[in-house]
């Protein structure tokens, strides 16, 4: 196995890298069991947050890094919170409270359009000049009401249209197959097939 340190502590995250990526022979390890804090993300786009927080494990651990950045992004809302999901209601995180807030922001608007977005990088070294970057985007709408146990951050409240159901009631391996961090990862193995 080939070992990747996930720029991340996020479960869910952690969850799915290893499910899509252990069938190539890759073992992704949290930057955390390596003693590698999380670096801040101050930039207004995904691509440079995400440069930033592979760079930084890549650096720390010595091994290749894996980083993304996702977000949701509202059409009503001009593309909010987009680079901010993850903390759209402030410190500490809190899905709960982000969900919270969206669903207050957008009270009587009509217009529920929402996209997830994820760019997903990999450096072979802190110093990589070409990393691999691959994105992927998945569309849906803003539902009031939460539905379903699975998935995180905003899923429940993601509702896919063309199926009925929210992001967090899909099974993870359906969720997988058409998800922006899906999407992007299958790109991202395309992309490291033609790097050899």
Known sequence: MRTIVLASGNPGKLREFRE???????????QGDLGILEVAEPHDTFVENALVKARHAAE????PALAD???ICVRALGGEPGVHSARFAGEPRSDNRNN?????????????A?????????????????????QGRWHGEV???PRGSGGFGYDPHFLVPALGRTA?????????????RGQALRRLIELIREDG
């Open 20 to 30: 899509l990526l252990a069938p190539l022979g890759y073992a992704i390890v949290p």
């Open 60 to 63: 720390l651990s010595g091994l």
């Open 69 to 71: 950045d996702s977000g």
């Open 100 to 112: 919270a807030k969206l669903v207050r922001l957008l009270a009587g608007v009509a217009d529920r």
């Open 114 to 134: 929402a996209h997830y977005y994820a760019v997903i990088v990999l450096v072979r070294h802190a110093h990589d000049p070409e990393p691999l970057i691959a």
């Open 143 to 145: 539902i009031d009401e």
């Open 168 to 180: 967090a009631e899909l099974a993870p391996d359906e969720k997988n197959a058409i998800s922006h």
